[in-house]
């Protein structure tokens, strides 16, 4: 790698040259924000643009020997344009007439790439395209600032978008990885970056959203009715195939979209990761108040896979999603997802459990099998920019299955036992969420706003587990007379959650404001589990005894008053809080009812200082109040793992986590820098954690609030820097985690440390093959007791695509990964994919040639740790595929010239509006 990277530093440098100069009016006042545009007059292509600085200061560095048109212009000024070649360096200043007429419009022969607009970013994606990207998630990956993560999901700043819109309208609700790989990369006309997003105009002002993020995708201009997509098909060897339509449709009123995807190549549209992931737009209401309760779910236990690998993967996804709006203000959109996906998959483990310093190996065969619902409807009525309603459902389900064939081996030295288990787990979960939004101004003072959620949630894992021995002889009374244990367990867990809030804001002028709220949370759970064992007559032994079944009643209530104060000035914005909590919860089991009624006070505080207009500094503090749900209480047995039993505590009280975040910002158009970074520290007092106590690899666990600390540090930063047609990214993510556990009795230290690394050198030619070339460093290191792990991978990386031959593109990624811990390599693998493709100019037809795992490696590594044990896997990846594909373009247009009036603009939602507080 660092040959070519010697090869390629002379050819930039020595290939260009550089003008550079100052920008002013005519009393000599440098112009802060001037833009410089170089057009190549040969290809008609930008090929180079800045920005001045606050002194005026610009700098371009361009193609040496070569003819440009270079245009500068600036509101208000008239527009200086000349043509020029240059063989050297060159300084030269330019001076700004102002324009008397249209002073606020100037004439554009160009767009530029790049433009702030308040809270906005919007990148022109012609600016950036190279000919190869073929979706959304391609373009996006070439503009500085956003980063398209190894899920799929779409980062800005380093921080996860929160929903994607197209021409304003949610897309699947917003879901980033859906759009991110199903938009069309042709179709993307602006990328517009929204930070400080909220989808209530009203509010924009008056609330803190520094760390919501959306993404508004502005389709190419063209007619205000047109369909647009592709039919994707594709076959290969041993009969493998895809077949993936995806259709779509927009105009002023109307869009809708049509995504399938069929594939057995390992390309799952929507995983059980992004199943769970998918929101639908809800989150906790009262998140931001300072208590918490998590409402458990996923509960069977199945696995997830990593980086969606594994020795086999099949799905097959169909969603629908349609947005319709009229001139009154009403707006009715929805959506609907349904996916199967089978997984079969292969794991060797090794697995060291620190109280006990054993050793246990296993080999792991499991068949998963997924069916899931998502559906989706709304309704938003705005009549005017002082009213907004909506009305919002969400429906999910799913049929989840795995059978896993297992085999242990663990023990010490030359007393090492073998023992074969088949287990089986299934849950059919489903749940339904409404919501309900009620936004008023009564005028630029005062501001009413009303919140309501509610949750309709069922969960009903069964988990059969067949083994050689009973891993519980002296707990459960098992009838040992058998040719072996099979176990199986049922649970049933209903949750019903209401949650309200009431908010008044008033403005005390442009620079302050008051927010007053009032909400209360209230979850109602039951909780049913038992468990038997079938004999080998078949006949079924159950138990009675109220210690191995749970029939529990949990009730949480918070009722809440706060107080938020929001102040400027100068370069400071100030929002210190403070919240006071009335909470009350009981839970009803084994004949007795505990209660425990207390109050608490929270505050919170906010300090943002902004530099310059994108460069800023922000404090934040807050302190939170934990609670669990009806999981962790209920006192009954129950199977967590084949050597794992779990009892609540009826008493459990809540954990207290104080949080101190800081966030730093920076983008400079005129060095083309953006700096992202962000230290925090958090303490959780008496947190929720299992002690247990264990014998040889089986645990018997239960909940206990800890009278110890458990502390974390974070640090992360990100900086990516243009030079002209190169870009460098750098980047670091560090997490610190100590805390300690009773194991047997015995307290045990225990220590997180992960780091992260990752620099890259990536090029942007229009007329020239492309490359990015990087290097990844991961260290894991973990200490519990006396065992400390260390594991270690470096993985040098390279992307190639190149555009060539009036049609054909190709494109390739290969990485490779050296795996090791503190002794010795355990393994080395290998990723290598590539396609070339053929789109004859002006032909809606693609051909194109795939191969994934062209080297055809076999497995892969990961690690992992908890307070019980530290455990590295490999797990078996698909062989090398090679399919044949076939696509066809969809795009066809209707309708009359597309123009961003005044009613595209007003159909937009979110970040408008918003009284007098600017």
């Known amino acids: 790698m660092k040959y070519i990277l010697l090869l390629l530093f002379p050819y930039l440098i020595f290939s260009q040259v550089n003008i550079s100069g100052e920008i002013t009016d005519q009393t000599g006042y440098p112009i802060m924000g001037a833009n410089i545009i170089a057009v190549n007059n040969e290809t008609q292509i930008l090929d180079g643009f800045g920005i001045s600085n606050d002194n005026g200061y610009f700098s371009l560095n361009l193609k040496k020997e070569t003819e440009f048109n270079i245009k500068i212009t600036f509101i208000g000024y008239k527009p200086i344009e000349l043509n020029i070649s240059l063989s050297d360096d060159l300084v030269k200043d330019f001076v700004l ?31 950036f395209n190279t000919g190869t990207e073929k979706k959304l998630s391609d373009v996006l990956a070439n503009m500085p600032g956003i980063e398209v993560n190894e899920d799929g999901r779409i980062e800005v700043e380093g921080q996860e978008v929160r929903k994607i819109q197209i ?106 990761r992004d199943f769970y992931r998918f929101s639908g737009g809800f989150n906790n209401l009262n998140s931001r108040a300072g208590t918490s309760i998590n409402i458990s779910s996923d509960l069977a236990g199945i696995g997830s896979l990593q980086n969606n690998r594994a020795k086999l993967i099949e799905s097959e996804f169909g969603a629908a999603n349609f947005s319709f709006n009229n001139d009154r203000g009403l707006e009715i959109s929805g959506f609907s997802v349904f996916t199967t996906v ?30 899931l619902e998502l559906y989706k409807f709304s309704l938003e009525y705005e009549p005017s920019e002082i009213f907004q309603l909506e009305y919002n459902v969400l429906f999910n389900s799913s049929d989840q299955t795995e059978i896993n064939d297992l085999t242990s081996i663990y023990g010490r030295l030359n007393n090492r036992v073998e023992e074969n288990l088949d287990l089986t787990r299934r849950q059919t979960p489903n749940a339904l969420n409404q919501e309900l939004k009620v936004y008023y101004t009564l005028n630029e003072d005062h501001i009413f706003s009303f919140e309501a959620q509610h949750l309709d949630q069922t969960e009903d894992p069964i988990v059969r587990a067949v083994r050689d021995s009973n891993p519980f002889l002296n707990l459960i009374p098992f009838e040992s007379n058998v040719d072996r244990f099979d176990i199986s367990q049922y649970r ?86 403070l919240t006071i909590h009335f909470y009350d919860n009981y839970n009803n089991q084994l004949g007795q009812f505990y209660e425990n009624d207390i109050s608490d006070v929270r505050p919170n505080l906010r300090i943002n200082m902004q530099f310059k207009k994108n460069e800023n500094l922000r404090f934040t503090y807050r302190k939170n109040t934990q609670f669990t749900d009806v999981n962790n209480i209920s006192e009954g047995y129950v199977f967590n793992n084949y050597n794992s039993i779990f009892r609540g505590n009826s008493q459990l009280e809540a954990a207290i986590v104080n949080s101190y975040n800081l966030n730093y910002r920076s983008i400079n158009q005129f060095t083309f820098t953006n700096i992202f970074s962000n230290i925090s520290y958090s303490k959780r007092e008496n947190s929720i954690q299992s002690r247990a106590a264990i014998e040889g690899i089986n645990s018997v666990r239960t909940a206990d609030n800890s009278i110890f600390p458990r502390e974390t540090y974070s640090a992360r930063a990100r900086i990516d820097k243009r030079f002209k047609n190169v870009k460098l990214n750098l980047s670091a993510n560090i997490r610190y985690s100590e805390f300690s556990n009773i194991i047997n009795d015995v307290v045990n230290n225990a220590e997180s440390f992960n780091q992260d690394y990752e620099a890259s050198l990536e090029t942007n030619f229009r007329d020239k093959p492309n490359f990015e070339i990087g290097l990844k460093y991961n260290l894991n290191n ?81 690690d992992s740790f908890n307070q019980f044990f530290t455990q590295t896997r490999s797990y078996i990846i698909q062989p090398r595929y090679i399919l044949f594909k076939l696509k066809y373009d969809l795009t066809l247009f209707g309708g009359k010239e597309k123009k961003n009036d005044e009613n595209q603009n007003r159909n937009k939602r979110g970040n408008s509006g918003g009284g007098r507080l600017k």
């Open 97 to 127: 007439e102002e324009q008397a007429e249209a002073l606020d419009e100037v004439e554009l022969v160009y767009e530029m790439p790049v433009e702030i607009k308040g809270d906005t970013i919007v990148y022109s994606a012609d600016a």
């Open 167 to 272: 021409e304003g309208k949610d897309f699947f609700d917003g879901d980033t990885k859906l759009a991110a790989q199903n938009l069309p990369a042709k179709a993307v006309g602006k990328v517009e970056v929204l930070r400080n997003f909220t989808e209530v105009g009203q509010l924009r002002n008056v609330q803190n959203n520094e760390d919501n993020f959306a993404i508004n995708i502005r389709l190419k201009d063209g007619k205000d009715k047109f369909w647009f997509g592709e039919i994707l098909a594709g076959t290969g060897p041993d009969d493998i195939h895809i077949i993936a339509p995806k259709i779509f449709y927009y105009d002023k009123k109307f869009n809708f979209s049509l995504l399938g995807n069929s594939n057995d190549v390992g390309s799952p549209a929507l995983s059980r």
């Open 342 to 371: 089978t997984n079969d998959i292969e794991e060797q483990i090794s697995r060291t459990y620190n109280a006990t310093e054993i050793t246990e190996n296993t080999s792991e065969f499991s068949l998963q099998k997924s069916t």
């Open 492 to 577: 049933v867990i209903e949750t019903q959650k209401l949650e309200a809030k009431l908010d008044y804001f008033y403005l005390i002028n442009d620079q302050s404001n008051v927010n007053l709220s009032l909400g209360f949370t209230n979850v109602d759970q039951s909780y049913i589990s038992n468990f038997n064992q079938i004999l080998n007559d078949g006949s079924i032994k159950y138990f009675d005894d109220e210690q191995f079944n749970n029939d529990v009643d949990f009730s949480f209530k918070d009722l809440y008053f706060a107080l938020n104060y929001r102040i400027r000035t100068g370069i400071f914005t100030i929002d210190p809080g």
């Open 782 to 862: 973990y200490k519990n007791a006396n065992i400390e792990n260390k594991f270690i991978r470096e993985t040098p990386f390279i992307r190639t695509d190149a555009y060539f031959g009036k049609g054909f593109v190709f494109t390739a990624e290969y990485s490779y990964n050296k795996y090791k811990n503190q002794d010795q390599v355990l393994n080395y693998f290998r990723f290598l994919d590539a396609d070339i493709s053929y789109n004859k100019e002006g032909s809606k037809w693609e051909y194109s040639v795939g191969i994934s795992n062209l080297l055809n490696d076999t497995s892969t590594n990961r």
